[in-house]
C-alpha cells in the first residue's frame, strides 16, 4: 500500500518522541553502571549485563515486529509497544534486585524494538520519495537526541536524585507518546490500516530470498561486526572515564554524549560529504575516525581529550553506518521492509555479543585495552567496507537497483 497524501506533523512529532524514549532507554544504563555497581553490590561487569539483555532483546525481536505491523497496522503496533516501554521502565525502578532489573530491561528491550523501525516504514508507506529523506531526518533526529539524552540523563540523575529517577522519567516518556499515538489513532484509524493478512509466512519467505543474495550476506555480516566493537565498547566508555580520569558520572556521560553530537553534525553536512567522498570515502574516513577515537578514549589523560575523540568517534560511526544502512535499503529491493528489519537485528545482536566479550575483557584486562581494540577493529571494519564497495562498483550488480545516495 502506498499512501502519497502529506502525513501528520503530530505523528511524525509523537515518532520522534518515542523514538527519543528509545534510544534514551538503550543508552540510560551506560553512565550509570557504577552506580548500578553499588547499589547491588555487583562488579560492572555483571550489572553491564542489563545492556547486553536490553539488546539482545531488541535484535531478536526485530524479526517480529515487521510481520505483526503489516498485519494490524504500524502505528497501532508502535503505540501498544511503546505503552508496554512504560512497564519495563516503571519495573526498572522498582527493581530491588540485579536479576529484577534485568528482567525488565529484557522487557524494555523487545517492546521498545518495535518503534524505530516500524516508524521508518510508515514514513516509507506514507511519504513520496521525494520528501522521504527530509521527513526520516526529522523523525530520526528524536533517536540520535535520545541517545545522547540518554547518556547525559542517566549519569547526571544517578550523581543527584538516584539512579531509579531516570527511569521514572523513561516511564513518563513513554505513556506520553504511546498514549497519544493510540489516542489519535482511534479517532484517526485510516492513518494505520493493516497491509497483510500473512505476515509471518511472507516474512520467512522474503528472509530466504535476502540470505541467498551474496551481497546482502555481506552487509548484514558488516553490521554485526560493527555493533560488537561499536556499541560493545561504547556500553563501557562511560566507567572507563570515571574511573581512569576520576571525573563524575554526570561529567562522564557528558563527554560521552559527544558521541552522538557526532551524528548530528554528520546529518547537518551529509550532503556535501557524499559529494566530496563518495561512498567507499565514507566508509573508510568513518573506520579511521573510530579508529582514533576509540583508540583516544582509551588513552585519554584529559576530559578535553577524551570529549574530542568521544565527538570523532560518533561522527566516524555515523559516516559508516550511513553507508551501510543506504546499502542495506538496496540490497534486496523486491523485500525492503523484511531487509531493513534484519539489518537493525543484526547490528543490535552484534551490540549484545560486544557487550558480553568487553565484561570478559573486563575480568581479565583493563578497559584501556577494551577501547583500544574496539579502535583497532573498527578501523580494519572501515576498510574492508570500503574496499568490498569498489569491488561492488566495477562488478556488474545482483539486482537493477545499485545502491547509492539519492
Not at 32 to 57: C, G, H, K, W
Not at 253 to 282: C, D, K, N, Q, Y
Request: glycine share 12%; charged share 10%.
Amino acid at each position: 500500500m502506498s499512501n502519497t497524501s502529506p502525513p501528520s506533523r503530530l505523528v511524525i512529532l509523537l515518532l520522534a518522541l518515542a523514538g527519543f524514549a528509545s534510544m534514551a532507554s538503550m543508552r540510560v544504563t551506560d553512565a550509570m553502571l557504577p552506580a548500578l555497581s553499588y547499589a547491588f553490590e555487583r562488579p560492572v561487569a555483571d550489572v553491564a549485563q542489563n545492556i547486553t539483555f536490553f539488546a539482545i532483546a531488541y535484535g531478536v525481536m526485530q524479526l517480529a515486529y515487521g510481520p505483526l505491523g503489516d498485519r494490524h497496522g504500524t502505528l497501532r503496533v508502535i503505540g501498544l509497544a511503546t505503552v508496554a516501554c512504560a512497564l519495563g521502565a516503571l519495573g526498572s525502578a522498582l527493581s530491588g534486585s540485579l536479576s529484577t532489573l534485568l528482567l525488565f530491561r529484557t522487557l524494555t528491550g523487545a517492546t521498545a524494538a518495535a518503534i524505530i523501525p516500524l516508524s521508518m516504514a510508515w514514513v516509507g508507506d506514507n511519504v513520496p520519495y521525494e520528501s522521504r529523506q527530509v521527513t526520516l531526518a526529522h523523525m530520526l533526529s528524536g533517536a540520535v537526541m535520545g541517545l545522547i539524552t540518554g547518556q547525559v540523563a542517566g549519569g547526571f540523575l544517578a550523581d543527584t536524585l538516584g539512579w531509579q529517577a531516570a527511569f521514572y522519567l523513561l516511564t513518563t516518556l513513554f505513556l506520553l507518546a504511546g498514549g497519544l499515538l493510540l489516542t489519535m489513532l482511534h479517532r484517526r484509524p485510516g492513518l494505520s490500516p493493516p497491509r497483510s493478512e500473512q505476515g509471518g509466512v511472507a516474512f520467512v519467505s522474503r528472509l530466504r530470498e535476502i540470505l541467498l543474495i551474496a551481497r546482502a550476506r555481506r552487509i548484514l555480516v558488516l553490521v554485526f561486526l560493527e555493533g560488537i566493537a561499536a556499541f560493545g565498547a561504547l556500553a563501557f566508555v562511560a566507567s572507563h572515564l570515571y574511573e581512569r580520569l576520576g571525573v563524575s558520572l554526570t561529567r562522564a556521560g557528558l563527554m560521552v554524549a559527544l558521541f552522538g553530537v557526532g551524528g548530528l553534525i554528520f546529518a547537518a553536512l551529509a550532503r556535501p560529504l557524499v559529494r566530496r567522498l563518495g561512498e567507499p570515502g565514507l566508509a573508510a574516513g568513518g573506520g579511521v575516525l573510530m579508529g582514533v577515537g576509540f583508540v583516544g578514549l582509551a588513552l585519554a589523560q584529559q576530559p578535553i581529550a577524551a570529549a574530542a575523540a568521544a565527538f570523532a568517534a560518533g561522527l566516524g560511526f555515523y559516516m559508516m553506518h550511513s553507508t551501510l544502512q543506504i546499502n542495506a535499503t538496496q540490497m534486496a529491493p523486491a523485500a525492503r521492509g523484511t531487509a531493513m528489519a534484519v539489518f537493525a537485528g543484526c547490528l543490535f545482536l552484534g551490540q549484545s555479543v560486544g557487550v558480553s566479550l568487553g565484561g570478559v575483557i573486563l575480568r581479565l584486562a583493563d578497559s584501556l585495552w577494551l577501547l583500544a581494540g574496539a579502535g583497532v577493529w573498527l578501523l580494519l571494519l572501515g576498510m574492508a567496507f570500503a574496499w568490498l564497495l569498489r569491488q561492488w562498483r566495477q562488478a556488474k550488480p545482483e539486482s537493477p537497483a545499485t545502491p547509492r545516495y539519492q
